[in-house]
């Protein structure tokens, strides 16, 4: 009895490793349609490619979108930053824009 789950556990152990290996072989191949792994899209979108939220300013860098968006999160406006083609967007829900707007004028 002692022999068998001896010899029994290794050869489990080696097929559940060469298991995993072919299924990780499947789900990062470079197959005809593609891997299963989503891939990042690092091209810049279009400004109106965003669904609800509303574009209320575009700057040039990063840099100034992080602090544009600081900004408004300061005041309580949830804001996000996407790349697009004209620069770095700030996006806000449409509820918001008019405040958002306001703020972003005044400073």
């Known amino acids: 009895m002692f ?5 029994l556990f290794p050869v489990v152990a080696i097929a ?11 789900a990062f191949s470079k197959a005809r349609r593609g891997s299963l ?7 810049p979108a ?4 965003f669904g609800l939220l509303t574009d209320v300013r575009t700057v040039h860098s990063h840099n100034e979108a992080r602090i544009t968006v600081s900004k408004l999160k300061d ?3 949830k804001a996000t930053t996407a790349r697009t083609k004209d620069g770095w967007t700030v996006y806000v829900w449409p509820k918001d824009e008019a405040a958002a707007r306001g703020l972003l004028d005044t400073h």
């Open 46 to 49: 279009e400004r109106d490619s």
């Open 3 to 7: 022999a068998e789950r001896y010899f």
């Open 16 to 26: 559940f490793a060469g298991l995993m290996v072919l299924l990780c072989r499947w």
């Open 75 to 77: 005041f309580g406006i």
């Open 37 to 43: 792994v989503r891939r990042v899209d690092d091209r």
